[in-house]
C-alpha cells in the first residue's frame, strides 16, 4: 500500500498543492505547516483515495473557505491549523491501531494530538478542540466551538467523497 502511495508521490503533491493554490489566504495560513519536514509523516500513509496529507489539507481548506463565507475572522489560523493536524497520526489505520491499543475510530484523535504537540509544540485550545473533537458523535465529548464543529462537518463531507471514489475505484472501504 505505501508503495502505491510513493509510486503516486508527485500526483498527490500536486493534489496539495493544488488546494493550497486555490486561495492566497489560506496558502498563506497553511503553507508552512504543510510544507515542514514533520508533515511527510502523515504524507507517505494512504487515507480512503488519498495520502492523509491530501485529506488533512482538503478539510481544512473547505472548513477555511466555509467559515469565511459565514463570516468567520477572528480564528482562521487556529481552524486551518486545527484542521491540518486532526488526522496527525503515524500508523496505516487499516492494518495498525493506535498506541492505545484501542479502535482506531476512538483513540486517533488524542494520538493524533500528542504526535502534533511533539512535533509542533503547544496547540491552543482551541486547535485542540478541533482536533480532539473531530470523531463526534461516534466519540462523545461533542465540539465546543463553532470552528471545531465546522472541521468535524467537513471531515465527514471529505471522508464520504473519498470513501466514494475508493468504491468505485475498487479499493473497498477499510475499517474505523
Ligand atoms: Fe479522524
Ligand atoms: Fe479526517
Known amino acids: 500500500m505505501e508503495a502505491d502511495i510513493s509510486a503516486n508521490s508527485f500526483e498527490r503533491a500536486s493534489k496539495e498543492s493544488r488546494l493550497l493554490g ?7 495560513l497553511a503553507e508552512d505547516l504543510v510544507r515542514s519536514p514533520e508533515y511527510d509523516t502523515i504524507r507517505g500513509l494512504s487515507h480512503h483515495d ?8 482538503a478539510v481544512a481548506y473547505y472548513a477555511f473557505v466555509i467559515a469565511r463565507r ?37 483513540d486517533h484523535p488524542r494520538e493524533a494530538l500528542e504526535n ?11 486547535e485542540r478542540d478541533i482536533v480532539l473533537r473531530h470523531m463526534w458523535p461516534l466519540t462523545p465529548i461533542p465540539p465546543r466551538y463553532a470552528e471545531s464543529i465546522i472541521v468535524c462537518i467537513v471531515d465527514k463531507a471529505v471522508s464520504i467523497g ?10 473497498g472501504l477499510g475499517v474505523l
Open 162 to 171: 473519498e470513501s466514494w471514489r475508493s468504491l468505485r475505484s475498487g479499493k
Open 50 to 57: 488519498a495520502s492523509l496529507a491530501d485529506h488533512s489539507v
Open 22 to 28: 486555490r486561495d492566497e489566504q489560506f496558502r498563506c
Open 116 to 126: 502534533a504537540e511533539t512535533a509542533y509544540g503547544p496547540l491552543s485550545r482551541l
Open 70 to 106: 459565514l463570516g468567520f475572522r477572528r480564528n482562521l489560523v487556529e481552524l486551518a491549523r486545527g484542521a491540518l493536524l486532526h488526522d496527525f497520526f503515524h500508523y496505516d489505520w487499516r492494518v495498525s491501531r493506535p498506541r492505545s491499543g484501542g479502535l482506531h475510530g476512538f
